[in-house]
C-alpha cells in the first residue's frame, strides 16, 4: 500500500465499477453510471425532506 488508489466509481443500481476519471459528471458534479445513467448523489443525513405540516394557526 503506497500509492494512494484512484477513486472508482461504484454504481448502486447496476453494480458496475469503473474509474471515477473516465465517467461523466452532472451538472451538479456529480458521477453518472456510463451504463445505466444512475447519478450518485451523496448520502443525506437527514434523509429526504418531507413537507413539515405544523398545525398552523392563522
Ligand atoms: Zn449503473
Redesign the pocket.
Known sequence: MGAKDPAMFD??????TAPAASIPYDALGYAV??????STTPRTPAGPVESRRSTRAD
Open positions: 454504481c448502486p443500481e447496476c453494480g458496475v453510471c456510463p451504463v445505466c445513467a444512475h
